[in-house]
């Protein structure tokens, strides 16, 4: 929203101008706000971002225009306000087989719990094993290359990790994501185990800066 106070005794006319683009792409779009507000008055004027993209949205209020009467001049006032906006992902289930850990079935072990796949492939009994720890089994490791990052790619990159992620945890699979942050020369790590941690990690993901030298990257993740 952009608030527009006239303090005059006289009705203006002016044009907000107004720059948004991905925070990935470093070419912005310019959009022009127009409008009419009355004589000592306040009002605001809303702009609606596009949906399609999901990531760390950039809005930079550039100038403001108020025009004479007839719209013939304007005195430009230049203001250069900046507000990130994160659009998140939505979060789907997607089709992920979690293998558990299996044994050779006992007499005690419930019909349940034989897997019936490994049992006709190895022609003998093959049980699931219910007891297994709860720590992280699967790392999801985010390599975002600044050469090779787009809006676009960024963004299907999220909605594919959000999915992933929500995946895991309903399948009580606690994981580990990482990624390199190259201005802290440190290797972030969130561990997901429910809905609200896996959310936590793609709104700090959305943050994440491209990186540039992938060599220095690659030891700090060895």
Same mark, same amino acid.
């Given at each position: 929203?952009i ?5 005059s005794?006289w009705?203006m ?14 070419k912005?779009?310019q959009?022009?706000i127009r ?6 008055n306040?009002r605001?004027?809303?702009y ?8 760390s949205m ?6 403001i225009?108020i025009?004479?009467?007839?719209c013939?001049f304007?005195?430009r ?6 507000v990130f ?10 089709p ?9 079935y006992?007499? %005690?072990? =419930?019909?349940?719990?034989i897997? &019936?796949?490994?049992?006709?492939? #190895?022609e003998?009994l093959?049980a699931?094993e *219910? ?12 390599d975002?290359r600044e050469?090779?990052?787009t809006?676009n ?9 959000s ?5 895991l945890v309903?399948e009580k699979?606690?994981h580990?994501a990482?990624w390199?942050?190259e ?5 972030v790590t969130?561990?997901?185990?429910? %809905?609200? =941690?896996?959310?936590?990690?793609? &709104?700090e993901l959305?943050?994440i #800066?491209p990186?540039g030298n992938?060599?220095? *990257?690659d030891?700090?993740m060895?």
């Open positions: 929203g608030t527009v106070k006239n303090q005794a009705n006319r002016y044009e907000a101008v107004i720059l948004v683009g991905n925070k990935i792409e470093e912005k779009k959009k022009r409008g009419v507000i009355q004589a000592e306040v605001t004027f809303w609606e971002l596009p949906g399609n993209i999901c990531g950039e809005i930079t209020l550039n100038e225009r025009y004479d009467p007839l013939i304007y005195i006032r230049r203001e250069a306000e900046t906006v994160k659009i998140m992902p939505e979060f789907e289930l997607m992920v087989e979690i293998t558990r850990k299996m044994r050779e006992r007499r %005690e072990d =419930s019909l349940k719990d897997h &019936w796949k490994l049992t006709a492939a #190895k003998e093959v699931k *219910r007891a297994f720890p709860l720590g992280c089994a699967v790392l999801i490791w985010f975002i050469k090779e990052c809006a790619g960024f963004s299907k990159m999220l909605k594919t990790a999915s992933l992620s929500i995946t309903e699979c606690i580990l990482a390199y942050e201005d802290t020369e440190q290797i969130v561990k997901v185990k429910d %809905e609200e =941690s896996c959310c936590q990690m793609v &709104w959305i943050d #800066k990186c992938t060599e220095k *990257r030891s700090y060895r």
